[in-house]
């Protein structure tokens, strides 16, 4: 043993009765070692307590064990989101549970966007895991050109193909949330929509309007931009009020916009759900139901969402051929009492 007592790579070959380049191989997972010899070298390493040094490792490997969570997001909209916060626990729970260490990057401008290539490119994570979904952000096209393996949160703003994504099916969401309103008797349903550079924003756009259509409904006039955020839901809702009096739904495209919806129908003097519903997307599950009255939402699991990108980018980092294409994770409606 060396002299500050752990065992080392020779101990463990010698202890399984093995070469030492055996044990290497058996420890790095490699392919061209007998199933015997890896279970009696992986034995010896538990019953040791060898744990292998990450630095010389990584030399031979070429792996940091690390990997970046990138969001192309201003810094306040992250931190002041649920979703956002909901994916970086899940991030740093997967990527834990495989072993891996998470890099929390915020691509908070375009100028941190060279800052952001140098950082991946200079070996310092193995892959990346990205949220980059307004349409411009040149980050996207930046890292078609880096060495390392991308996975996206739902789609990339340039809306290029070629990219590994996992996404959620938001048109089908928003025609749940007006199916359910048009069943309960609504017939005036306005939206409130997140900005509408953002992929998700304009699926539920979309999905919204051709559901409302479905119904034999009209749109016109029926949507109002926010982004996001409780302030814009507020004000978005004040001004389809102003437009559309007899204004008897509202579904909003996050739960913080249902909020604000909720805020601007009481200032008015509208009773929530009795003459105006609401519906929000997110389901976030500390704020949907402590909402007055709790929310009815559209629910998506963001930590599914990371489950299966970092599934992909495993897989692309053992170098199996993974089609490049976006896995659409299923929504569904939760039911409280705000519609």
């Known amino acids: 043993m060396p002299i500050d007592g752990r065992p080392t790579l ?12 055996t044990a290497s191989r058996a420890l790095n997972d490699d392919a061209y070692v007998s199933v015997r ?9 538990r019953e040791l307590g060898y744990s292998p040094n990450q630095a ?24 002041d989101d649920p979703y956002f916060a909901s994916v970086m626990h899940g991030a740093f729970r997967e990527l834990s549970s495989v072993g891996a260490q998470m890099l929390l990057m915020f691509v908070d401008t375009r100028d941190d966007v060279p800052r952001t290539i140098k950082f991946l490119e200079g070996g310092h994570a193995d892959g990346a895991l990205v949220f980059a979904p307004h349409k411009g952000d040149p980050l996207p096209t930046a890292l078609r050109l880096a060495r390392i393996p991308v996975v996206y949160g739902g789609r990339p703003g340039n809306g290029k193909r070629g990219t590994h994504a996992v996404d959620f099916d938001n048109k089908a969401g928003a025609r749940l949330a007006v199916e359910h309103l048009f069943a309960s008797g609504r017939r005036r349903i306005g939206t409130v929509t997140g900005m509408l550079d953002h992929p998700a924003a304009a699926d539920r756009l979309e999905g919204w309007r051709s559901a409302l259509l479905a119904s034999g409904l009209d749109p016109l006039d029926m949507a109002e931009a926010g982004d996001f955020t409780m302030a814009s839901g507020e004000t978005a809702t004040a001004k389809l009020l102003a437009r559309c009096p007899d204004l008897d739904a509202v579904f909003a495209a996050s739960d913080l916009m249902a909020a604000g919806a909720m805020k601007a129908l009481r200032a ?52 199996e051929d993974v089609r490049p294409e976006a896995t659409i994770l299923p929504v569904t409606l939760v039911v409280r009492d705000s519609a």
Do not use: C, W
């Open 56 to 79: 010389a490792r990584s030399l031979v490997t070429r792996r940091t064990g690390a990997v970046a969570v990138v969001l192309s997001e201003p810094e306040a909209n992250v931190l």
């Open 268 to 319: 008015s003097g509208r009773r929530v759900p009795d003459d105006v519903a609401v519906i929000g997307f997110d389901d976030h599950p500390t704020l949907a139901p402590a909402m007055e009255p709790p929310l009815t939402s559209i629910h998506q699991d963001p930590r599914e969402q990371i489950r299966q990108m970092v599934r992909k980018l495993i897989a692309l980092l053992n170098g």
């Open 37 to 45: 010899a890896r279970e009696k070298v992986l034995g010896a390493a």
């Open 10 to 21: 020779e101990d463990v070959a010698a202890y399984a009765g093995v070469s030492r380049s």
